[in-house]
């Protein structure tokens, strides 16, 4: 079994992640597969039509862990959300106008973390969280996480994360919490 010490985690920017789009669908489609999420080949390639648009953001951040030998275990990637995002809109009650002021720069979002199976457990999820906002100037990340995922639940709890509302993320998707962690004020501010 391999020890955490021989994972890697590599940084990369939205060309680097396309470069390595087979790696990140690889983790994605199995860790994805399992229930409750239950993922078809369908919407894999759902997902990673939206992902080949999202790496073209400048403002793009991805994690990708890899084991001694180059075997893809974990991603992690994500973006400042727009002024315009929609990501609130979503939410089922509504929040304040303060917490769902976006300006660019103000909220990075997760819009993915998974680990295969065998290397769960082992810190890599923490360490590509780190690593995908190493450089971010954003004062707080926001993700999407299914309530009866209790391991992920768990693991965003501990990491600071609090929940702020429940939404759909999508047409048709089931009940997701929607959950921030605060960073701190950004650069230059006190």
Excluded: C
Excluded at 176 to 185: C, I, K, P, R, S
Aim: glycine fraction near 8%; proline fraction near 6%; hydrophobic fraction near 40%.
């Amino acid at each position: 079994m391999t020890t955490p010490e021989t994972i890697t985690v590599e940084r990369m920017d939205g060309a680097a992640a396309a470069q390595a789009e087979d790696a990140f669908t690889l983790v994605y489609a199995e860790a994805f597969a399992e229930p409750p999420y239950d993922k078809t080949s369908d919407s894999v390639d759902a997902n990673f039509r939206r992902f080949r648009s999202q790496v073209r953001k400048k403002t793009f951040s991805a994690a990708l862990a890899r084991t001694g030998d180059g075997e893809p275990v974990g991603i992690a990637y994500g973006y400042p959300l727009s002024p315009s995002t929609g990501w609130w809109d979503r939410l089922i009650t509504p929040v304040s106008d303060e917490l769902r002021r976006e300006d660019g720069r103000r909220t990075f979002g997760l819009m993915e973390l998974a680990v295969r199976a065998p290397w769960r457990r082992l810190g890599v999820a923490r360490r590509m969280h780190e690593a995908v906002l190493a450089d971010t100037t954003a004062e707080r990340v926001l993700l999407n996480a299914r309530p009866d995922v209790e391991a992920a639940q768990a693991a965003y709890r501990s990491w600071g994360y609090r929940k702020v509302g429940e939404a759909h993320p999508w047409e048709g998707a089931v009940l997701h919490d929607v959950m921030v962690l605060d960073l701190g004020a950004p650069s230059g501010q006190p």
